[in-house]
């Protein structure tokens, strides 16, 4: 079974911290994706990766960078924190293309104060 | 743009109810569609994919979906649902041109007992 692990179920942060959300998976896919969950918007996509040391901005980048320097490592980074990050964050991998099923990790559910 | 619509937030029905979720997308060219669902504190997992072939594909758990190309169109029907099919559930369209997957905002499903 393909396994995606998200370093933290709840993390709780200040405003202006910098904040990273690790992403480990042990399938050896070629494509991660971080996508935010908050409530009637459904998922949207923030960064993905399809290759180590590559990415390419998703619909809302803004706010976030991304660092993927392992293969199966994808870290998702908030340079200073603001409560409109507030949200829940996953992690998906996908082995082929991106069109491929994606295996989702349990989420970090990021609180900023 | 791709844009994927699901026609209802939440829906409530009682066990042994029939189940239709609509789906519908806005791209005109050939596309990859999907269905992901969450159950209560689990990770997001595919439900169904279509890629090609047979417009109805069966899923996990008695689940099936039909592809209509002339509708643009993309239900997600169960003939019985159970109270463990109690979840929110994602369509998700990803244009074959496109590196993307494109998620719907989610219809929250909730079965009495």
């Known amino acids: 079974d393909v396994k995606v692990t998200q370093s933290s179920r709840y993390l709780v942060k200040r405003t202006g911290e910098k904040v990273f959300l690790e992403c480990v998976q042990d399938m050896d896919h070629e494509n991660m994706f971080w996508y935010r969950q908050d409530p009637g918007l459904g998922l949207r996509l923030i960064y993905f990766?399809?290759?180590?040391?590559?990415?390419e901005k998703g619909d809302i980048p803004e706010g976030y960078s991304v660092s993927r320097e392992k293969k199966e490592r994808f870290s998702l980074i908030l340079e200073s924190a603001s409560t409109n990050q507030t949200s829940m964050y996953l992690c998906?991998?996908?082995?082929?293309?991106?069109?491929?099923?994606?295996?989702f990790g349990p989420g970090t559910r990021l609180t900023v104060l | 743009a791709q844009s994927v619509s699901q026609h209802n937030h939440h829906v409530i029905l009682s066990e042994a109810a029939s189940l239709e979720l609509g789906c519908n997308y806005s791209?005109?060219?050939?596309?990859?569609l999907f269905w992901y669902v969450q159950y209560p504190g689990q990770h997001l997992q595919l439900l169904l994919k279509?890629?090609?072939?047979?417009?109805l594909v069966k899923g996990i758990k008695g689940f099936e979906a039909e592809f209509i190309k002339s509708k643009f169109s993309f239900n997600l029907r169960k003939p019985s649902v159970q109270w463990s099919d109690t979840a929110e559930y994602f369509c998700?369209?990803?244009?074959?041109?496109?590196?993307?997957?494109?998620f719907g905002k989610g219809t929250r499903l909730h079965i009495l007992p």
């Open positions: 990766s399809y290759d180590v040391k590559m990415k």
């Open positions: 791209y005109g060219g050939t596309v990859n």
């Open positions: 998700a369209v990803n244009a074959r041109r496109d590196d993307k997957i494109i």
């Open positions: 279509y890629f090609s072939g047979d417009p």
């Open positions: 998906a991998s996908s082995l082929m293309a991106n069109t491929d099923t994606q295996y």
